[in-house]
């Protein structure tokens, strides 16, 4: 990549579309996409010692706990791929998180962050989160209100004969605790990265292509 280190943290609500952003971001600027909750649901789906003990507080839409996150983005971070810049998705979500961050990327001698934090109104995150479906394969998100999905049915990406389901952290009580979990421990991070002068507040509000838009100006200003 040309010069510039790329390290972005994507801030948001759960729905507020950090991983449809975070993915066409990675690709437009060639660097990796880090999703902590996709690690995790890899190491639940295989089973791991870090799955068994995450699974429980995922399904409830609780936080799994700071030092096993922490963990985990500490060893991704440390990889080769992520030299010049990394786009974080779903990490930090409490000032512990955002704190260790800190201290990686000061161990790492790396620039400072550029934080990007979408903003969704509560109606709108809730009417995302209730209509999202993943293919159990392929992970591609559709929202049933937008595409020809339906539950149990085969996902319409061509030679992909993955399964339509719902993620179990996905159903009402669950984006309940979710938000109420967001709001307690992961939007104080607003304020702790606005006072660092690191942050930009981008309207996470229509089409993705549209949103996509008024990020990379701010990525790259
Ligand atoms: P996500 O896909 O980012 O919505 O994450 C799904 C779930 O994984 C969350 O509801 C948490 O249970 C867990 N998780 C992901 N990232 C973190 C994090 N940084 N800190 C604590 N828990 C996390």
């Known amino acids: ?132 479906r993943v293919c159990s394969e392929c992970g591609e998100i559709y929202h049933i209100d937008y595409s020809d999905v339906e539950d149990g049915g085969v996902c319409p990406k061509p030679e992909c004969n993955g399964e339509i389901e719902q993620r179990s952290d996905d159903r009402p009580e669950a984006i309940r605790e979710r938000l109420r979990v967001y709001a307690d421990q992961t939007e104080p991070l607003i304020d702790y990265y606005d006072e660092r002068g690191l942050l930009a507040q981008i309207s996470g509000e229509g089409p993705p292509e549209e949103i996509a838009e008024r990020v990379l100006p701010a990525v790259r200003g």
């Open 1 to 132: 990549m040309a010069g510039k280190e790329h390290n972005l943290v994507m801030l948001g609500a759960p729905g507020a579309g950090k991983g449809t952003q975070a993915k066409m971001l990675s690709e437009e600027l060639g660097i990796p996409h880090i999703s902590t909750g996709d690690i995790l649901r890899m190491a639940v789906a295989e089973g791991t010692e870090l799955g068994q003990q995450a699974k429980g507080y995922m399904d409830r839409g609780e936080l799994v706990p700071d030092e096993l996150v922490i963990a985990i983005a500490r060893e991704r971070l440390a990889e080769p791929d992520c030299e010049d810049g990394f786009l974080l998705d779903g990490f930090p979500r409490t000032v512990p998180q955002a704190e260790a961050l800190e201290e990686v990327l000061d161990e790492l001698d790396r620039e400072p962050l550029k934080v990007i934090n979408l903003d969704v109104s509560e109606e709108e995150l809730v009417r995302r989160l209730a209509g999202r």
